[in-house]
């Protein structure tokens, strides 16, 4: 990549004792009144230019930026580095895995098959807090965990020794984000190339939407689907518009006593009222500095719940600070410093960039939060949470109904609606920052001084996001107070968000479900959807760790913490929460004591070993894995099966069926198999079939690695509505290969098309595929045998997948719809014109001729919706992976 150099940009940087190549920014008019944001994407272009995806007029619509246009420049955007989670993970290194096999196939060298940006897998998503309230909680989750998955951490560990810039991070570790700002994230990146050491801004995509967190150290990137981030990782750039940047001023000082997640609460909930979906948040001025790089890195992490793409604090003395902190190299720090003044990318507080629309906020009038009871942006102020409790409840419950339990233990007592029944200091939001971790530890001892207990009913935990979390803890002797209030450490990872919160205790929950109560869950993270956190729970609150420990000691979210005493002490006085809230000047003085650099130092040094349970896993080795034919997780995907090095020339699409006729706002969760499934589904009867009970079905997420599963999992979303069917819900459609087209799973009647050659389209309407950008909503898609879509409009990175996986992305002409052209997808449909594709020509509109059962013809041109000249290659190909595989050959 690269080569052209139009604005002769390329120059050096001598820090210390080493020169670097640098494509200097300040050779592009107009770079000065950029945002810190553009500024990286500008340099990511001017050192990527090559003439074809690249281009002189990228370079210089980045430069001549206007703030107030809608954006609508396509650039191609090559990250430094990919991130990923074992979830989302784990089909990236299978592809790359058969990639392997079908190299050797056509004759190639299988080592050639690398990552060519460095790629890091932290495995943080799997562990299942089955085991809480006892010392030994962690040990015995993480031995769960290996058993559930050690299939999928086989494969993984013959990934980290097979490929080179590969890099996994074992179980019982951390959370993928933590570990990310801790350690991976280098602020300025450095690689050899072609001889000489060139640095640029860090740069990164993930594989999961939290990425953003790393924005709070200055580095961009954000959350992107798997074939996104293969792509990424195979040195492809990522397609993306020029977008609006939001600058954010930030003035003020946080009061005493409110902690980072009222801050974040409080942004959350202005930047979604404010509108800020595909944009870039950029913070900026005065109040910057007094912001600390924990705090920067919360809000970071928030992005995907106010919805922006990014949100960025650029450089400065305070992230010096943290690389410091956190154990970084002295030479690492100097060279950060020394590349963002010389790009002008340093922040400076008195220059004000040009941004498309401006926010601010004073942080000196935020107040302590929680949000909920379904959405983080429904923030609610702590001091009217009681009221809003009961208002809310209405939704849920509308009569009291308390339940009398007894307990494992013998103990007896009444639950009602409210009842907080999980308490969980969880999450990469808040576990990474030490101000609100330490002042949770603080209220605990304050309780423990009291004599104060959590409610018998409520579930605590803890997963700290990192090692060092336990070491300050242990170094403050806050981790016995902590245990004391049963709050031990439950394991390293991703938990109660993603709905790893375990069971409750099962008198707890057969008394909420016999009596439908509405109980509610306490947990310092970033999202609380509904039924995300745990079954038996309706209500799900955000707040911070000390408030997590003070509602387990309340019990109830029907609680007014100003007026209700949380309990009484040994000498029966009545004991409120001022009565025991951590001291800020306290809080910082135990920080300042027990958090050093050698910590950090320590703990990453061996960051990529793993435990005894990680290292005598019986792992293959060779370059090439050996596929496990019983295996039902981990299967070789079959997208190069039959593959010739020489292209096969592209043909039209004749004689094709619908699949499925779908309404506006068809979301990639309701394509993408997500979530638990039952055994009557197509996939519950594929692992039946293969000797798996129900209770070890584990999830979608889990089985992402056999295509068989996901295949069967694609357009069965319980709440898809296909419109060839009247009024039904779920995974089905018309089969037409059997006589009257009667109703059939959508994964069986892709398998009677397929079977008689006949190729399938997919008709939508308004931004199909928007959401979470899922790598299985295109590799499904592709799989059940659908050759083009056609839609009213395209969510982008959706479009960008379907032809990353050999699909055709086909817009209805401008105002026209299925429903005003008559359509009702019983047609059978031919698209004619692709083969100009074969020609190096990428025609704007193809041919669509639709003919009814009756003999009537409906006719259109329909869009053609392959954008760039990279997306013509990749179709040509058949796909990306193709693509990629054979110019590797």
């Given at each position: 990549m690269?080569a052209?150099?139009?604005?002769?940009a390329?120059s050096?940087?001598?820090v210390?004792e080493k020169?670097y190549?640098i494509?200097?920014i300040d050779?592009?008019p107009?770079?000065?009144?950029?945002?810190y944001s553009l500024?990286?994407?500008?340099?990511?272009?001017l050192?990527?230019e090559?003439?074809?995806?690249?281009?002189?007029?990228?370079?210089?619509a980045i430069?001549?930026w206007?703030?107030?246009?809608e954006?609508?420049?396509?650039?191609?955007?090559?990250?430094?580095?990919?991130?990923?989670?074992?979830?989302?993970g784990v089909?990236?290194i299978?592809?790359?895995?058969?990639?392997?096999?079908a190299?050797?196939n056509?004759g190639?060298?299988?080592?050639s098959i690398?990552?060519?940006?460095?790629?890091?897998?932290v495995?943080?998503?799997s562990v299942?807090?089955?085991?809480y309230g006892?010392a030994d909680?962690?040990?015995?989750n993480?031995?769960k965990e290996?058993?559930r998955?050690?299939?999928?951490y086989?494969f993984?560990r013959?990934g980290q020794?097979a490929?080179?810039?590969?890099k996994v991070?074992?179980?019982?570790?951390?959370?993928?984000?933590q570990?990310?700002i801790e350690y991976?994230?280098?602020?300025?990146?450095?690689?050899?190339?072609d001889?000489v050491?060139?640095?640029y801004?860090d740069?990164s995509?993930?594989?999961?939407s939290?990425?953003?967190?790393q924005?709070?150290?200055g580095?961009l990137?954000?959350?992107v689907g798997g074939i996104e981030a293969?792509a990424a990782?195979l040195?492809q750039?990522?397609s993306m518009?020029i977008?609006?940047?939001?600058?954010?001023?930030?003035?003020g000082?946080?009061?005493?006593?409110?902690?980072a997640?009222?801050v974040?609460?409080t942004?959350t909930?202005q930047?979604r009222?404010?509108g800020?979906?595909g944009?870039?948040?950029?913070?900026?001025g005065?109040?910057v500095?007094?912001?600390p790089?924990?705090?920067r890195a919360t809000i970071g992490?928030m992005?995907?719940?106010f919805?922006?793409?990014?949100a960025i604090?650029?450089?400065?003395e305070?992230?010096?600070?943290?690389?410091?902190?956190?154990?970084?190299?002295?030479?690492?720090?100097?060279l950060?410093k020394?590349y963002?003044?010389?790009?002008?990318?340093w922040?400076?507080p008195?220059?004000?960039p040009?941004?498309?629309?401006?926010?601010?906020?004073?942080?000196s009038?935020?107040v302590?939060s929680?949000a909920?009871?379904?959405?983080p942006?429904?923030?609610?102020?702590?001091?009217?949470?009681?009221?809003?409790?009961?208002?809310?409840?209405k939704n849920?419950?509308?009569?009291?109904n308390?339940a009398q339990?007894?307990?494992?233990?013998?103990?007896e007592f009444?639950i009602?609606?409210?009842?907080v029944?999980?308490?969980s200091i969880?999450s990469?939001?808040n576990t990474?920052n030490p101000?609100?971790?330490l002042?949770?530890?603080?209220?605990?001892r304050n309780?423990n001084a009291?004599?104060l207990?959590?409610?018998p009913w409520?579930?605590?935990t803890?997963?700290?996001?990192?090692k060092v979390?336990t070491d300050?803890?242990?170094?403050?002797g806050?981790?016995?107070?902590?245990d004391?209030?049963?709050?031990?450490t439950v394991?390293?990872?991703c938990v109660?968000?993603?709905?790893n919160?375990?069971?409750l205790?099962?008198e707890?929950s057969?008394a909420?479900?016999d009596?439908?109560?509405?109980?509610?869950?306490?947990?310092?993270?970033n999202?609380?959807f509904?039924?995300?956190?745990?079954?038996?729970?309706?209500?799900?609150?955000?707040?911070s760790?000390p408030l997590?420990?003070?509602?387990?000691?309340?019990?109830s979210?029907?609680f007014d913490?100003?007026?209700e005493?949380?309990g009484q002490?040994?000498?029966?006085?009545?004991?409120?929460?001022r009565d025991i809230?951590?001291d800020?000047?306290?809080v910082q003085t135990?920080?300042d004591?027990?958090i050093?650099?050698?910590?950090f130092?320590s703990?990453?040094a061996t960051?990529?070993d793993?435990d005894?349970?990680?290292?005598?896993?019986?792992t293959?080795?060779?370059?090439t894995?050996?596929w496990?034919e019983?295996?039902t997780?981990?299967r070789?995907?079959?997208y190069?099966d039959?593959?010739?090095?020489?292209?096969?020339?592209?043909t039209d699409?004749?004689g094709?069926r619908?699949?499925?006729?779908?309404g506006?706002s068809v979301?990639?969760?309701h394509i993408?198999?997500?979530?638990?499934?039952k055994a009557?589904t197509?996939a519950?009867?594929y692992?039946?079939?293969?000797?798996?009970a129900?209770k070890d079905?584990?999830t979608?997420g889990?089985?992402?690695?056999?295509h068989?599963v996901?295949?069967?999992g694609?357009?069965a979303n319980?709440?898809l509505?296909?419109?060839?069917?009247?009024?039904?819900?779920?995974?089905f459609?018309?089969?037409f290969?059997?006589?009257g087209?009667?109703?059939?799973?959508?994964?069986?009647?892709?398998?009677n098309?397929q079977a008689?050659?006949?190729?399938?389209?997919v008709?939508?309407?308004k931004?199909?595929g928007?959401g979470?950008?899922r790598?299985?909503?295109?590799k499904g898609?592709?799989?059940?045998?659908v050759r083009a879509?056609i839609?009213e409009?395209?969510?982008?990175i959706h479009?960008s997948n379907l032809?990353?996986?050999?699909?055709?992305?086909l817009?209805?002409?401008?105002g026209?719809?299925?429903a005003s052209l008559?359509?009702?997808?019983t047609?059978?449909?031919t698209?004619?014109?692709?083969t100009q594709?074969?020609?190096?020509?990428t025609?704007?509109?193809?041919?669509?001729?639709?003919?009814?059962?009756d003999g009537?013809?409906?006719e259109?041109?329909?869009?053609?919706r392959?954008?760039?000249?990279?997306?013509?290659?990749y179709?040509?190909?058949?796909g990306?992976?193709?693509?990629v595989?054979?110019?590797?050959v």
């Amino acid at each position: 990549m690269g080569a052209v150099n139009s604005f002769d940009a390329k120059s050096t940087l001598a820090v210390g004792e080493k020169e670097y190549e640098i494509y200097r920014i300040d050779r592009v008019p107009g770079h000065e009144r950029l945002p810190y944001s553009l500024k990286v994407l500008l340099e990511n272009q001017l050192r990527t230019e090559d003439g074809a995806n690249v281009t002189k007029s990228h370079i210089e619509a980045i430069g001549s930026w206007d703030a107030n246009a809608e954006p609508d420049t396509e650039i191609q955007f090559s990250p430094a580095r990919v991130i990923m989670q074992d979830f989302t993970g784990v089909p990236c290194i299978v592809d790359l895995a058969t990639m392997r096999e079908a190299v050797t196939n056509l004759g190639g060298n299988p080592d050639s098959i690398n990552p060519l940006a460095p790629a890091e897998l932290v495995i943080d998503h799997s562990v299942i807090s089955d085991v809480y309230g006892r010392a030994d909680a962690a040990a015995r989750n993480v031995e769960k965990e290996y058993q559930r998955n050690g299939e999928r951490y086989q494969f993984l560990r013959w990934g980290q020794g097979a490929f080179d810039d590969f890099k996994v991070v074992p179980p019982g570790t951390g959370i993928v984000h933590q570990v990310n700002i801790e350690y991976l994230a280098r602020m300025t990146f450095t690689r050899d190339v072609d001889g000489v050491t060139q640095a640029y801004p860090d740069t990164s995509v993930g594989t999961d939407s939290h990425t953003t967190m790393q924005n709070g150290l200055g580095v961009l990137g954000w959350g992107v689907g798997g074939i996104e981030a293969e792509a990424a990782m195979l040195g492809q750039p990522i397609s993306m518009l020029i977008p609006r940047v939001v600058g954010f001023k930030l003035l003020g000082q946080i009061p005493a006593g409110v902690t980072a997640t009222d801050v974040v609460l409080t942004i959350t909930q202005q930047l979604r009222k404010h509108g800020v979906v595909g944009k870039f948040v950029e913070f900026y001025g005065e109040g910057v500095g007094s912001v600390p790089l924990a705090n920067r890195a919360t809000i970071g992490n928030m992005s995907p719940e106010f919805g922006s793409t990014a949100a960025i604090f650029p450089i400065d003395e305070i992230t010096l600070d943290y690389m410091r902190l956190t154990g970084r190299e002295e030479e690492q720090i100097e060279l950060v410093k020394a590349y963002t003044q010389a790009q002008g990318m340093w922040h400076n507080p008195a220059v004000e960039p040009e941004f498309s629309e401006y926010l601010e906020l004073d942080l000196s009038t935020v107040v302590s939060s929680i949000a909920g009871p379904k959405r983080p942006q429904d923030r609610i102020e702590l001091s009217r949470s009681k009221d809003q409790f009961e208002t809310d409840l209405k939704n849920y419950a509308p009569a009291s109904n308390p339940a009398q339990v007894t307990d494992g233990e013998g103990r007896e007592f009444t639950i009602d609606h409210g009842a907080v029944t999980l308490a969980s200091i969880t999450s990469c939001t808040n576990t990474s920052n030490p101000s609100v971790m330490l002042a949770a530890g603080v209220l605990a001892r304050n309780a423990n001084a009291l004599g104060l207990k959590p409610k018998p009913w409520v579930k605590t935990t803890l997963a700290p996001g990192s090692k060092v979390v336990t070491d300050y803890y242990e170094k403050s002797g806050l981790k016995d107070d902590l245990d004391a209030l049963g709050f031990y450490t439950v394991g390293y990872g991703c938990v109660t968000c993603i709905g790893n919160s375990g069971p409750l205790n099962e008198e707890i929950s057969q008394a909420v479900n016999d009596n439908d109560l509405a109980v509610t869950a306490v947990l310092s993270g970033n999202r609380n959807f509904e039924g995300r956190i745990n079954p038996d729970i309706k209500m799900n609150y955000l707040a911070s760790p000390p408030l997590v420990v003070a509602y387990s000691l309340a019990g109830s979210m029907d609680f007014d913490f100003d007026v209700e005493a949380l309990g009484q002490d040994r000498d029966g006085n009545d004991v409120f929460l001022r009565d025991i809230w951590p001291d800020p000047i306290e809080v910082q003085t135990i920080a300042d004591a027990s958090i050093d650099p050698e910590m950090f130092r320590s703990k990453y040094a061996t960051v990529f070993d793993g435990d005894e349970h990680w290292t005598s896993l019986p792992t293959p080795i060779g370059n090439t894995f050996e596929w496990d034919e019983k295996s039902t997780y981990v299967r070789k995907a079959p997208y190069f099966d039959g593959m010739k090095l020489e292209l096969t020339p592209v043909t039209d699409v004749e004689g094709a069926r619908a699949l499925a006729l779908l309404g506006d706002s068809v979301t990639t969760d309701h394509i993408s198999p997500a979530g638990s499934f039952k055994a009557e589904t197509p996939a519950g009867q594929y692992l039946v079939e293969n000797g798996i009970a129900p209770k070890d079905f584990n999830t979608y997420g889990s089985r992402r690695g056999n295509h068989e599963v996901m295949i069967r999992g694609t357009f069965a979303n319980i709440r898809l509505r296909n419109q060839l069917l009247d009024n039904v819900e779920g995974g089905f459609t018309r089969d037409f290969t059997l006589e009257g087209g009667p109703q059939s799973t959508i994964y069986d009647a892709s398998k009677n098309y397929q079977a008689a050659g006949i190729p399938l389209v997919v008709i939508g309407g308004k931004e199909y595929g928007s959401g979470s950008s899922r790598d299985w909503a295109a590799k499904g898609t592709s799989l059940l045998g659908v050759r083009a879509v056609i839609t009213e409009s395209f969510e982008r990175i959706h479009r960008s997948n379907l032809i990353g996986m050999g699909v055709l992305p086909l817009q209805f002409p401008a105002g026209e719809s299925a429903a005003s052209l008559g359509l009702d997808g019983t047609e059978t449909f031919t698209i004619s014109g692709v083969t100009q594709l074969n020609e190096g020509v990428t025609p704007k509109t193809l041919a669509v001729k639709a003919v009814k059962s009756d003999g009537a013809v409906v006719e259109f041109d329909a869009d053609l919706r392959i954008d760039t000249p990279g997306e013509a290659d990749y179709y040509r190909n058949g796909g990306i992976l193709q693509y990629v595989l054979r110019s590797l050959v």
